[in-house]
Protein backbone atom coordinates (compact mmCIF):
# COMPACT_ATOMS: atom_id res chain seq x y z
CA UNK A 1 0.00 0.00 0.00
CA UNK A 2 1.34 3.68 -1.14
CA UNK A 3 0.69 5.60 1.53
CA UNK A 4 1.05 8.67 0.84
CA UNK A 5 -0.47 8.42 -2.57
CA UNK A 6 -3.54 7.13 -0.37
CA UNK A 7 -3.03 10.62 1.72
CA UNK A 8 -2.73 12.64 -1.33
CA UNK A 9 -5.71 11.24 -3.74
CA UNK A 10 -7.97 11.97 -0.05
CA UNK A 11 -10.85 14.32 -1.02
CA UNK A 12 -11.98 15.28 2.34
CA UNK A 13 -15.76 16.72 2.03
CA UNK A 14 -17.44 19.61 2.86
CA UNK A 15 -20.34 20.20 5.75
CA UNK A 16 -23.74 20.78 4.43
CA UNK A 17 -24.73 22.71 7.31
CA UNK A 18 -28.27 22.38 6.19
CA UNK A 19 -28.63 19.18 7.32
CA UNK A 20 -25.41 18.12 9.10
CA UNK A 21 -24.28 18.63 12.81
CA UNK A 22 -20.25 19.04 13.44
CA UNK A 23 -18.74 17.76 16.74
CA UNK A 24 -15.27 17.92 18.03
CA UNK A 25 -13.38 16.26 20.58
CA UNK A 26 -13.88 19.34 22.96
CA UNK A 27 -17.61 18.58 22.41
CA UNK A 28 -16.62 14.94 23.81
CA UNK A 29 -14.30 15.91 26.31
CA UNK A 30 -16.68 18.72 28.10
CA UNK A 31 -19.69 16.37 28.30
CA UNK A 32 -17.69 13.64 29.44
CA UNK A 33 -16.16 16.00 31.61
CA UNK A 34 -19.27 18.05 33.25
CA UNK A 35 -22.56 17.85 30.72
CA UNK A 36 -23.84 20.90 32.31
CA UNK A 37 -20.90 23.26 31.40
CA UNK A 38 -21.65 21.33 27.80
CA UNK A 39 -24.59 23.09 27.32
CA UNK A 40 -23.94 26.11 28.46
CA UNK A 41 -21.23 25.68 25.95
CA UNK A 42 -23.21 24.58 22.68
CA UNK A 43 -26.75 24.85 23.50
CA UNK A 44 -26.96 27.74 25.25
CA UNK A 45 -24.92 29.33 23.11
CA UNK A 46 -22.51 31.32 26.28
CA UNK A 47 -19.25 31.81 24.91
CA UNK A 48 -16.04 30.95 27.02
CA UNK A 49 -13.96 34.02 28.17
CA UNK A 50 -11.09 35.24 26.37
CA UNK A 51 -7.76 34.36 27.96
CA UNK A 52 -3.97 35.11 27.63
CA UNK A 53 -3.43 31.46 27.51
CA UNK A 54 -5.60 30.82 24.55
CA UNK A 55 -3.85 33.91 22.66
CA UNK A 56 -0.62 32.37 23.21
CA UNK A 57 -1.37 28.66 22.36
CA UNK A 58 -2.80 29.98 18.99
CA UNK A 59 0.37 32.03 18.38
CA UNK A 60 2.88 29.26 19.82
CA UNK A 61 1.03 27.05 17.09
CA UNK A 62 1.19 28.88 14.24
CA UNK A 63 4.60 30.24 14.63
CA UNK A 64 6.07 26.43 14.91
CA UNK A 65 3.73 25.45 12.03
CA UNK A 66 4.74 28.11 9.77
CA UNK A 67 8.69 26.78 10.99
CA UNK A 68 7.65 23.62 10.36
CA UNK A 69 6.27 23.84 6.66
CA UNK A 70 9.35 26.63 5.18
CA UNK A 71 11.71 23.38 6.24
CA UNK A 72 9.83 20.43 4.90
CA UNK A 73 8.63 22.18 2.07
CA UNK A 74 10.83 25.10 1.18
CA UNK A 75 13.94 24.31 2.52
CA UNK A 76 16.32 24.53 5.47
CA UNK A 77 17.35 28.19 4.50
CA UNK A 78 13.83 29.49 3.81
CA UNK A 79 13.37 27.80 7.94
CA UNK A 80 16.35 29.81 8.84
CA UNK A 81 15.30 32.80 7.57
CA UNK A 82 12.71 33.02 8.63
CA UNK A 83 12.30 35.07 12.47
CA UNK A 84 10.16 33.02 14.30
CA UNK A 85 10.58 35.23 17.30
CA UNK A 86 9.25 37.94 15.41
CA UNK A 87 6.60 36.17 13.93
CA UNK A 88 5.56 34.91 17.73
CA UNK A 89 5.41 38.06 19.30
CA UNK A 90 3.29 40.08 16.32
CA UNK A 91 1.01 36.85 16.38
CA UNK A 92 0.60 36.98 19.74
CA UNK A 93 -0.42 40.85 20.33
CA UNK A 94 -2.53 41.02 17.19
CA UNK A 95 -4.33 37.98 18.73
CA UNK A 96 -4.72 39.19 22.21
CA UNK A 97 -5.93 43.22 20.46
CA UNK A 98 -8.67 41.49 18.62
CA UNK A 99 -9.70 39.65 21.53
CA UNK A 100 -10.16 42.81 23.32
CA UNK A 101 -11.65 44.89 20.87
CA UNK A 102 -14.33 41.78 20.87
CA UNK A 103 -14.57 41.83 24.95
CA UNK A 104 -14.27 45.95 25.08
CA UNK A 105 -11.58 45.61 28.04
CA UNK A 106 -8.52 44.43 28.64
CA UNK A 107 -8.46 40.74 30.65
CA UNK A 108 -4.33 40.88 31.60
CA UNK A 109 -1.75 43.14 32.79
CA UNK A 110 1.21 44.63 30.92
CA UNK A 111 3.10 42.71 33.51
CA UNK A 112 1.39 39.62 32.11
CA UNK A 113 1.50 40.41 28.24
CA UNK A 114 5.12 40.59 29.01
CA UNK A 115 5.77 37.70 30.92
CA UNK A 116 3.75 36.00 28.22
CA UNK A 117 5.46 37.15 25.36
CA UNK A 118 8.89 36.32 26.92
CA UNK A 119 7.69 32.80 27.69
CA UNK A 120 6.68 32.73 24.36
CA UNK A 121 10.48 34.05 23.17
CA UNK A 122 12.33 31.35 25.14
CA UNK A 123 10.13 28.66 23.71
CA UNK A 124 10.97 29.77 20.41
CA UNK A 125 14.92 30.18 21.01
CA UNK A 126 14.63 26.56 22.36
CA UNK A 127 12.69 24.95 19.95
CA UNK A 128 15.67 26.51 17.45
CA UNK A 129 18.64 25.01 18.96
CA UNK A 130 16.99 21.82 19.63
CA UNK A 131 14.79 21.31 16.75
CA UNK A 132 17.00 17.96 14.92
CA UNK A 133 16.43 16.59 18.70
CA UNK A 134 12.91 16.39 17.63
CA UNK A 135 11.86 16.84 13.74
CA UNK A 136 14.82 15.49 11.63
CA UNK A 137 14.59 16.26 7.90
CA UNK A 138 16.31 13.18 5.84
CA UNK A 139 13.53 10.83 5.96
CA UNK A 140 10.71 12.76 6.62
CA UNK A 141 7.94 13.71 4.74
CA UNK A 142 5.12 16.42 5.59
CA UNK A 143 2.49 15.21 4.73
CA UNK A 144 0.12 18.26 5.95
CA UNK A 145 -0.46 21.15 8.84
CA UNK A 146 -3.75 21.34 10.22
CA UNK A 147 -5.27 18.24 8.10
CA UNK A 148 -8.99 18.00 7.94
CA UNK A 149 -11.05 15.01 9.11
CA UNK A 150 -14.85 15.08 8.47
CA UNK A 151 -16.51 11.80 9.16
CA UNK A 152 -19.71 10.41 10.44
CA UNK A 153 -18.36 8.54 14.17
CA UNK A 154 -21.94 6.70 14.32
CA UNK A 155 -23.31 4.72 11.72
CA UNK A 156 -26.93 5.60 12.79
CA UNK A 157 -26.12 8.89 12.90
CA UNK A 158 -24.75 9.77 9.58
CA UNK A 159 -25.25 13.35 9.40
CA UNK A 160 -23.49 14.25 12.80
CA UNK A 161 -19.87 14.31 11.43
CA UNK A 162 -16.86 14.55 13.63
CA UNK A 163 -14.56 17.56 12.55
CA UNK A 164 -11.17 17.90 13.39
CA UNK A 165 -7.76 19.55 12.53
CA UNK A 166 -4.57 17.46 13.05
CA UNK A 167 -1.63 20.08 13.94
CA UNK A 168 1.34 18.01 12.14
CA UNK A 169 0.89 14.72 10.12
CA UNK A 170 4.43 13.45 8.94
CA UNK A 171 5.40 10.35 7.48
CA UNK A 172 8.60 8.59 8.32
CA UNK A 173 10.07 6.92 4.79
CA UNK A 174 12.54 4.66 6.31
CA UNK A 175 9.93 3.01 8.96
CA UNK A 176 6.80 3.67 6.92
CA UNK A 177 4.57 5.41 9.57
CA UNK A 178 2.45 8.00 9.33
CA UNK A 179 3.27 10.45 12.70
CA UNK A 180 0.58 13.05 13.98
CA UNK A 181 1.64 15.10 16.42
CA UNK A 182 -0.74 17.71 18.67
CA UNK A 183 0.73 21.04 19.87
CA UNK A 184 0.48 21.63 23.54
CA UNK A 185 1.50 25.00 25.15
CA UNK A 186 1.46 23.98 29.19
CA UNK A 187 2.64 26.45 32.31
CA UNK A 188 5.38 23.65 33.61
CA UNK A 189 4.38 20.50 31.63
CA UNK A 190 2.52 17.36 32.12
CA UNK A 191 2.29 15.72 35.62
CA UNK A 192 1.94 12.12 35.94
CA UNK A 193 -1.69 13.03 36.63
CA UNK A 194 -2.23 14.81 33.13
CA UNK A 195 -0.61 11.79 31.56
CA UNK A 196 -2.63 9.34 33.11
CA UNK A 197 -6.27 11.23 32.81
CA UNK A 198 -7.71 9.82 29.66
CA UNK A 199 -10.17 12.28 28.80
CA UNK A 200 -7.21 14.09 27.76
CA UNK A 201 -5.04 12.08 25.99
CA UNK A 202 -8.15 10.17 24.27
CA UNK A 203 -7.92 13.25 21.50
CA UNK A 204 -4.63 11.44 20.31
CA UNK A 205 -6.53 8.49 19.91
CA UNK A 206 -9.81 9.79 18.26
CA UNK A 207 -7.35 11.49 15.51
CA UNK A 208 -5.63 8.23 15.00
CA UNK A 209 -8.61 5.59 14.08
CA UNK A 210 -10.39 8.46 12.25
CA UNK A 211 -7.56 9.51 10.11
CA UNK A 212 -6.95 5.86 9.25
CA UNK A 213 -10.52 5.91 8.13
CA UNK A 214 -10.69 9.00 6.07
CA UNK A 215 -7.65 8.81 4.16
CA UNK A 216 -6.94 5.14 4.20
CA UNK A 217 -4.34 4.34 6.08
CA UNK A 218 -3.91 1.40 7.96
CA UNK A 219 -4.39 2.45 11.64
CA UNK A 220 -1.00 -0.17 12.99
CA UNK A 221 0.73 2.39 10.47
CA UNK A 222 -0.44 5.73 12.92
CA UNK A 223 1.63 6.43 15.74
CA UNK A 224 0.43 9.43 17.94
CA UNK A 225 2.55 12.25 20.14
CA UNK A 226 2.22 15.42 22.07
CA UNK A 227 4.52 18.03 21.72
CA UNK A 228 4.18 19.28 24.63
CA UNK A 229 6.29 23.62 25.10
CA UNK A 230 6.74 24.40 28.32
CA UNK A 231 6.65 28.42 29.60
CA UNK A 232 8.40 28.13 32.87
CA UNK A 233 11.24 25.88 33.91
CA UNK A 234 12.34 25.05 37.08
CA UNK A 235 15.35 27.59 38.68
CA UNK A 236 17.10 25.04 39.74
CA UNK A 237 16.21 21.53 38.39
CA UNK A 238 17.32 18.41 40.00
CA UNK A 239 17.42 16.68 36.76
CA UNK A 240 18.85 17.56 33.13
CA UNK A 241 15.58 16.51 31.42
CA UNK A 242 13.47 19.58 33.61
CA UNK A 243 15.75 22.23 31.93
CA UNK A 244 14.27 21.34 28.94
CA UNK A 245 11.37 23.55 27.51
CA UNK A 246 9.88 20.50 25.29
CA UNK A 247 8.29 17.86 26.50
CA UNK A 248 7.15 14.95 24.49
CA UNK A 249 4.22 12.27 25.27
CA UNK A 250 2.89 8.96 23.18
CA UNK A 251 0.00 8.01 24.75
CA UNK A 252 -1.75 4.59 24.64
CA UNK A 253 -3.58 3.97 21.45
CA UNK A 254 -3.97 0.32 20.84
CA UNK A 255 -6.81 -1.27 19.97
CA UNK A 256 -8.43 -1.47 23.30
CA UNK A 257 -8.08 2.41 24.08
CA UNK A 258 -9.37 2.78 20.51
CA UNK A 259 -12.42 1.19 21.50
CA UNK A 260 -12.74 2.75 24.51
CA UNK A 261 -13.09 6.00 22.66
CA UNK A 262 -15.21 4.72 20.37
CA UNK A 263 -17.63 3.71 22.89
CA UNK A 264 -17.89 6.83 24.40
CA UNK A 265 -18.29 8.71 21.00
CA UNK A 266 -20.78 6.72 20.25
CA UNK A 267 -22.26 7.03 24.02
CA UNK A 268 -22.28 10.58 23.33
CA UNK A 269 -23.75 11.33 19.94
CA UNK A 270 -26.81 8.85 21.58
CA UNK A 271 -27.30 11.09 24.46
CA UNK A 272 -27.32 14.32 23.17
CA UNK A 273 -28.94 13.90 19.70
CA UNK A 274 -32.27 12.83 18.39
CA UNK A 275 -32.43 9.08 17.18
CA UNK A 276 -30.93 8.60 13.56
CA UNK A 277 -30.80 12.82 13.85
CA UNK A 278 -28.61 15.59 13.65
CA UNK A 279 -31.04 17.53 15.79
CA UNK A 280 -30.25 17.69 19.35
CA UNK A 281 -32.59 15.56 21.93
CA UNK A 282 -33.29 18.36 24.73
CA UNK A 283 -35.70 15.97 26.48
CA UNK A 284 -32.82 13.51 27.18
CA UNK A 285 -30.17 16.19 28.02
CA UNK A 286 -32.53 18.05 30.51
CA UNK A 287 -33.09 14.12 31.68
CA UNK A 288 -29.41 13.52 32.11
CA UNK A 289 -28.66 17.36 33.68
CA UNK A 290 -31.09 16.55 36.20
CA UNK A 291 -29.47 13.25 37.42
CA UNK A 292 -25.97 14.56 36.96
CA UNK A 293 -25.23 17.20 40.25
CA UNK A 294 -21.60 16.85 40.37
CA UNK A 295 -19.17 16.88 37.33
CA UNK A 296 -15.81 14.73 36.95
CA UNK A 297 -13.54 18.11 37.38
CA UNK A 298 -12.27 19.74 39.73
CA UNK A 299 -11.30 22.99 37.71
CA UNK A 300 -14.77 23.22 36.86
CA UNK A 301 -16.19 26.54 36.89
CA UNK A 302 -19.86 25.50 35.74
CA UNK A 303 -20.01 22.98 39.30
CA UNK A 304 -18.48 25.66 41.94
Known amino acids: MNIIENVNKTVVPEMDWAYQKNISYTQLSAWMECPHRWKQMYI??????????????????????????????KGQQHADQFD???DFQERFLALYKADVDKKGEHFATQKELIEFTN????????????????????????????MPILIPPHEDYPNVKLMGKLDLVMFDETMHRVV?????????????????NKIKTSQMVMYKK????QYDVPVENIDVRYFIVKRKIAANP???????RIQKFEPSSGKTTQNKMVKNMKAFIEDVFVDGSH???????????AETDKCSSKWCQTCK
Do not use: C, V
Open 84 to 86: AHA
Open 180 to 196: IWDIKTSTRGWTKYDKE
Open 44 to 73: DKIKQPPSIHLSFGTAMHETLQEYMELMYN
Open 119 to 146: DGLNIIDFFLRHRQEHFQKHGWKLLGIE
Open 279 to 289: MYDTDNIDRIL
Open 210 to 213: YFAE
Open 238 to 244: RYAIMKS
